[in-house]
């Protein structure tokens, strides 16, 4: 079988006049050569590289290193090797564009002239280098998701098999969870898929209006219905006419409110202020509360007859504490959307940010989590995100000085099987496998420390 031929890509300034690459082996490489940053970028563009040549002769500009950065930028998977005079390295100012070139993005710098078998052995090892960390990236740029509902865990799994059921449906939903788990993003998932997509969603916030004021944002009015009313306003239950109603917090819906929701949920008709006519409505109705409203019904906050009317339906977002092996997909995520138009970057988390990323609670849940990765990565000047970026390392102290030594070891059991189940895609047999215990014994401490599989 032919070997496939590794890209390579040359960049060789316009002034440089020895082609050093000569006697590199035709037979593994494949030589992508420009002369120009701007041909170089066109390469770039047009395939894909995991290796970039870079041979500079004379002293350069700062803008000349600046816009080999934004190359390198174009294209984060790839590494370097670089050959360049001595006296280039020898710059006063450790803060030059060439040494923050060849720190940021080299894999390994070379001293012109260069020996072939030493320029051989560093792109060989450079490429698979690369390989390695390529490999890696992709992993965590492929985002497991539905309708940009991020997650892979077994508990998202079963929510996303729920979601495409209930969407076929057209009953109505009640999202119940805690804040931050992206019940909107449910609830225009559900109306996506559903049969009523032609037509809008119209959301409303049922506890950001103050009482005297929710009943004309849902129902609207008739122009001259009260002082201040110029003109007709169609309220959000009739905008969504032949779609979708999403009624966001509907358990800080103030109790008179509840009984004109009610109604219209009976007659699917509404009345706008100050109107006399019925209008007829067709629409679906999702509704999405941070509280647990059973409870709010047996305290007398809620209606139990809308409770009812509303709940055909019941879907629970899961907190992020329950999702533990998407813990790190959503702050790869988060780190991608955080870092597309950042000049200066860094280039992902340290294990140690890593490790306690999973192990912080999160009782903000994703929005805490997207918070904390988008902060880190404006703030911080490391190349990986360290605990002290994300600010949870004095978090993570306070927390683990008031463990026992039991605890620690439970927690540390519980990460090792996360770590392995993830690993093996949450295969029991080859996880009891890789852990040198029976699936019996895997099941058990499963078991014991409450992971879902």
Known sequence: MAQTKRNL??????????????????????????????????????????LGLCFIETRQTDKYWQELMQLSERSPQMKWVIGLPKECLCESSIYSFTNRFIAEW?????????????????LGHAFGMAELTNSLYREFTDFPSFEGIIGNSP???????????????????????????????????????????????????????????????????EKGAFTGAHTLKIGRIEAAQGGTLFLDEIGDLPLAQQVNLLRFLEERCIVRVGGIDKIPINIRIISATHVDLKQAVEAGKFREDLYYRLRVLHMRTPPLRERESDIELLSWYFFEESTKNLHKKPKGFSRDALYLLQQHDWPGNIRELMN?????????????????????DRRHKERHDLKTLEEARADADRETILSVMRHTRFNISQAAQSLGISRVSLYRLLDKYHLKI
Request: proline fraction near 3%; charged fraction near 25%; include cysteine.
């Open 372 to 392: 904390c990765i988008h902060h880190a990565v404006t703030m911080s000047d490391n190349q990986l995100l360290t605990p002290a970026d994300l600010g949870l």
């Open 106 to 122: 080299c894999y390994d710098f070379l001293v012109l002239p260069v020996d072939a078998h030493r320029l051989q052995f560093s």
């Open 9 to 50: 890509l040359i960049f060789q300034n316009a002034e440089s006049s020895r082609e050093f690459y000569r006697d590199l082996d035709v037979n593994q490489w494949k030589l992508h050569i420009a002369r120009s940053i701007d041909e170089a970028t066109e390469l770039i563009v047009r395939n894909k590289f995991l």
């Open 155 to 221: 508990i998202m799994r079963k929510l996303f098999k729920q979601l495409a059921r209930v969407s076929q449906e057209d009953y109505s939903v009640l999202i119940e969870g805690e804040t931050g788990t992206g019940k909107e993003r449910i609830a225009n998932a559900i109306h996506t898929h559903s049969r009523r997509k032609a037509k809008p969603i119209v959301a409303i916030n049922c506890g950001a209006f103050p009482s005297e004021l929710i009943q004309a944002e849902l129902f609207g009015y």
